[in-house]
């Protein structure tokens, strides 16, 4: 039993194990770098203040845009989860904006507004927007009426009702729609900076492929995936465990 | 004081053939415990949710008090409808108007024997428990009219018992007008000041019977039996609810 407490790191060491071999086989630096090479381009990229530079700018778009995406769909979500009218009205709107590819959106955004950072900013709220939109619409329909009864019935203000009430059944949906809005976030950022910045982990990975330096964009890829992870562990694991803490 | 009147002329629900209350009146006397005693499905629960503001779609009048602000009403649901994710504690508090100190919450808890669990959360705790703090909930806004549900429906004898006593314990210390909703006759005798009966679709008063046994008498199981005996060959009208 004591072993399980190990798989975890014994699998990131075989992973490595496994990189390194190929590695070794292929015997091309070129193509595919040694765990060893990729670590040095990356501690060199960090002392050089590159890498944090690009991946700053980067985590700046995505908490902008998420945080404008989740406050508006959560929003508009709640308001179309609750009314028959407004939902039968804008749930066409909804289907063409969740099926517009986010290549379409990234370029009309830069078309019509120019390569700004507001446009490039617009287009990921986008493009994540329907989707937080239709996940909290969903929670909204599910709601429990007998609770709101209940709050209705003993006077709670709107906001009462709000944070008391509904949110917390909602909390499921909303942590959906963050992870999977990270997730989706981050792959429009790159997208976008490729396209029309001039900074940013996209901006930069476009170079490397330019120059051809796998090393590099293995390096950038390495610090991304662990910010993630961060992310992650220290704040909605935590946000997890505070929300369910009522649980049986 | 708040006297309440209550008349609902027609209560008919949307695509219904017929209506589920129709020439309705009761009158409480403030401080008085009534009890509705009926059929399931007679329409109890409808005239609750129009009482309390729940459901406005009827012809009517209810008149609470003097007052012409709208009636504080407290209402203790079937379920005890607590939300999960707040303490005991927390669901009572919630309910409190701005001005009302949270400190007042403390006699009610004790009184319910709850103050050792203030700060849990209702799924850890018994169906019983959760029952008393509904029971809080309701008093602690101070209501001009006190709506019940059955709200001992699904507790198992002894247990329903214990918090029907509680429940008299805490209304005696802290009178308010109460309409509580059964179909159980032993525990509308227990409670009530007086029996209101009704018959089903639409929903009327048949029968309006004072309950003469004493206060102190009521945990008396024999005196309510040899009640409700009486009440049976009395009164041959509702002998089909019985």
């Given at each position: 039993m004591q072993f399980?407490?190990?798989?975890?790191?014994?699998?990131?060491?075989?992973?490595?194990?496994?990189?390194?071999?190929?590695?070794?086989?292929?015997?091309?630096?070129?193509?595919?770098?040694?765990?060893?090479?990729?670590?040095?381009?990356?501690?060199?990229?960090?002392?050089?203040?590159?890498?944090?530079?690009?991946?700053?700018m980067t985590l700046m778009r995505l908490?902008?845009?998420?945080?404008?995406?989740?406050?508006?769909?959560?929003?508009?979500?709640?308001?179309?989860?609750?009314?028959?009218?407004?939902?039968?009205?804008?749930?066409?709107?909804?289907?063409?904006?969740?099926?517009?590819?986010?290549?379409?959106?990234?370029?009309l955004c830069y078309v019509w507004f120019g390569l700004v950072e507001s446009a490039a900013i617009l287009a990921v709220v986008i493009n994540k927007l329907p989707n937080v939109i239709v996940t909290i619409r969903e929670g909204t329909r599910a709601l429990d009426t007998d609770l709101m009864d209940m709050a209705r019935c003993y006077h709670f203000s709107k906001t009462k009702t709000l944070r008391h009430v509904i949110l917390p059944q909602l909390q499921p949906f909303l942590m959906g729609a963050t992870r999977s809005g990270l997730?989706?976030?981050?792959?429009?950022?790159?997208?976008?900076?490729?396209?029309?910045?001039?900074?940013?982990?996209?901006?930069?990975?476009?170079l490397?492929?330019?120059?051809?330096?796998?090393?590099?964009?293995?390096?950038?890829?390495?610090?991304?995936?662990?910010v993630i992870q961060l992310i992650e562990l220290l704040i909605l694991k935590p946000l997890d465990k505070q929300a369910l803490r009522w649980r049986r | 004081m708040t006297d309440v009147h209550i008349t609902i002329a027609n209560k008919t629900y949307a695509g219904a053939a017929q209506p589920t209350i129709a020439d309705f009146h009761l009158s409480l006397r403030a401080n008085e415990f009534v009890c509705l005693v009926g059929s399931s499905g007679c329409g109890k629960t409808t005239l609750l949710n129009c009482l309390s503001g729940l459901d406005n779609q009827y012809d009517g009048e209810i008149q609470v008090g003097q007052q012409h602000s709208a009636p504080k009403i407290g209402y203790i649901f079937q379920n005890p409808r607590l939300l999960p994710w707040r303490t005991v504690r927390e669901n009572i508090e919630l309910v409190l108007e701005p001005h009302q100190s949270p400190e007042l919450i403390n006699p009610l808890l004790d009184i319910m024997q709850l103050t050792q669990v203030q700060h849990e959360y209702p799924e850890r705790l018994s169906v019983g428990m959760n029952r008393r703090v509904a029971i809080i909930r309701a008093f602690a806004v101070n209501p001009d009219l006190l709506?019940?549900?059955?709200?001992?429906?699904?507790?198992?004898?002894?247990?329903?018992?214990?918090?029907?006593?509680?429940?008299?314990?805490?209304?005696?210390?802290?009178?308010?007008?109460?309409?509580f909703v059964t179909h159980d006759l032993r525990e509308a005798i227990a409670l009530a000041?007086?029996?209101?009966?009704?018959?089903?679709?639409?929903?009327?008063?048949?029968?309006?019977?004072?309950?003469?046994?004493?206060?102190?008498?009521?945990?008396?199981?024999?005196?309510?039996?040899?009640f409700r005996q009486q009440l049976i060959n009395n009164h041959p009208d509702i002998k089909q609810l019985l």
């Open positions: 399980n407490k190990y798989l975890p790191s014994l699998s990131l060491l075989v992973f490595l194990a496994v990189w390194q071999g190929a590695a070794s086989t292929l015997h091309s630096n070129n193509t595919l770098p040694a765990p060893y090479t990729v670590a040095i381009v990356f501690w060199q990229a960090v002392v050089s203040g590159q890498l944090p530079y690009h991946l700053g908490v902008v845009s998420f945080s404008i995406s989740m406050l508006l769909g959560c929003a508009i979500g709640i308001v179309l989860g609750r009314n028959k009218a407004l939902n039968a009205f804008f749930d066409h709107w909804l289907v063409i904006f969740l099926n517009v590819p986010a290549l379409v959106t990234i370029i997730a989706l976030i981050w792959k429009i950022i790159l997208v976008v900076e490729l396209l029309g910045r001039s900074n940013g982990m996209g901006y930069q990975l476009h490397f492929f330019q120059m051809f330096d796998v090393a590099s964009i293995l390096a950038y890829t390495i610090a991304f995936v662990a | 709506l019940m549900d059955e709200p001992f429906v699904s507790l198992d004898p002894p247990t329903a018992r214990d918090v029907r006593s509680l429940l008299l314990q805490l209304w005696q210390q802290r009178p308010h007008t109460v309409l000041d007086r029996l209101i009966f009704l018959a089903a679709a639409p929903m009327r008063v048949i029968s309006d019977i004072v309950v003469p046994i004493a206060r102190t008498q009521r945990h008396d199981e024999a005196a309510i039996e040899q």
